[in-house]
């Protein structure tokens, strides 16, 4: 059984609001997990249940082997990290992490022999007897981390425990994170709205929208075989281009037809698109799979479109390149050397075997 089960999970607020709507995810003993999606999709609610913080409307959680729909946060066995992890500023970081057990009433040593351990793991051992204000933005998150893995739960729960870092530093914490779960192998649930924080960190990731789970797998998967439009834009940066046109036949080959631009459907999405030919379907290609034919290997007349450079970003690693043919507007990585002048035409080769269409009505991914 799941280390951590939720089913049929709903949470209508007294507003009449639903923010989470029949949710039902497994998450497995030691599986990172992580719940992603925009602002008000639910995440912080789907967390704040599993750790008791939220009555639920409807629905089961199952933690180990109980059912703790009813229990008090307290007796969950769960530890949670906010985004607002305040520390006790009176306290130093020892004591700070060592009240929860204090409360608990373990014995001295017991609670020694436990801060010291997490704070070697942690690489705080030397900033013990300092105080919050002594202390940076990093090694306080660190603190608060701390508090939690003295605890020894089942279970983690993790709420944008980095968003009040700064971007360096958040990337730095990102990485201790994802080593103290190697470590610790503790079952872990992490909320953020970062896609990209979602794709480092988790084994698997459920994106959200809207109150439901929209897609549950492994972070490529979701990345290379998104379920519908919402999850392929969700997740990649910069996100997948989208182009709205017609599929036609025409001597057996399947065609995208984009009015300002036709290109040719491979062999290989003929018989999961032919049922669409005459309809209105979203085509979407990320920006790494498109390629200026200077520099294309597989070029052909059936993938190849013309272009104009509206907008040129210099990243330094790669360039953001801001193109439109006709109506369509998309954004193309090219290598660092490859600048395009803004104003200039190109010829762009679509990688098609890699792009995904989309139904026009339900937005469910054809292939
Ligand atoms: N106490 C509340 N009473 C009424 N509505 C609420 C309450 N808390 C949250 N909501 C609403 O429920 C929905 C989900 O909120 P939730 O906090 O779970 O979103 P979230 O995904 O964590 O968003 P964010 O990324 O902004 O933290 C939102 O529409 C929100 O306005
Ligand atoms: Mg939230």
Redesign the pocket.
């Known amino acids: 059984m799941a280390q951590v089960s939720i089913r049929n999970l709903s949470?209508i607020?007294?507003?009449k609001?639903?923010?989470?709507d029949n949710v039902n995810l497994g998450i497995e003993r030691s599986e990172f997990v992580v719940?992603v999606?925009?602002?008000?999709?639910?995440?912080?609610?789907?967390?704040?249940m599993v750790a008791g913080l939220?009555e639920m409307t409807a629905g089961e959680i199952w933690i180990g082997d109980r059912l703790v729909n009813g229990v008090p946060a307290k007796d969950r066995n769960i530890a949670m990290v906010f985004q607002n992890y305040a520390l006790y500023p009176h306290m130093n970081a020892y004591d700070n992490m060592a009240f929860a057990l204090k409360l608990r009433k373990h014995t001295k040593s017991e609670i020694e022999t436990r801060v010291k351990e997490a704070a070697e793991i942690l690489g705080v051992t030397h900033l013990l007897t300092r105080k919050p204000r002594q202390l940076s933005g990093g090694e306080r998150q660190r603190i608060a981390l701390g508090r939690a893995i003295v605890r020894h739960p089942l279970v983690f729960l993790f709420?944008?425990p980095l968003s009040n870092l700064d971007a360096k530093m958040r990337v730095q914490m990102r990485t201790e994170i994802d080593k103290l779960h190697l470590k610790i192998k503790t079952t872990m649930i992490y909320?953020?709205?970062d896609q990209t924080e979602a794709m480092a960190l988790g084994d698997r990731i459920a994106v959200?929208r809207h109150?439901k789970v929209q897609q549950f797998d492994e972070p490529l998967k979701v990345y290379d075989h998104p379920a519908n439009k919402f999850v392929a834009g969700f997740i990649g940066s910069p996100p997948m281009n989208f182009m709205d046109g017609k599929l036609y036949k025409q001597n057996g080959a399947l065609y995208f037809d984009a009015e300002d631009f036709k290109v040719k459907i491979p062999q290989s999405k003929y018989d999961k698109l032919v049922s669409y030919a005459g309809k209105k379907i979203f085509f979407g290609i990320r920006p790494e799979c498109i390629f200026d034919r200077l520099f294309a290997t597989n070029a052909t007349e059936a993938n190849t479109i013309p272009a104009v450079c509206d907008v040129l970003e210099t990243m330094g690693a790669n360039n953001f390149v801001y193109l439109v043919s006709g109506k369509h507007k998309f954004i193309a990585v090219f290598d660092a050397s490859n600048k395009p002048a803004p104003g200039s035409n190109l010829d762009v080769v679509l990688d098609m075997e890699k792009g995904r269409f989309f139904d026009a009505d339900t937005e469910e991914t054809i292939t």
């Open positions: 949470k607020y007294a507003n609001v639903s923010a989470v719940l999606g925009p602002s008000g999709c639910g995440k912080s609610t789907t967390l704040r939220e709420d944008e909320v953020t709205h959200m109150g």
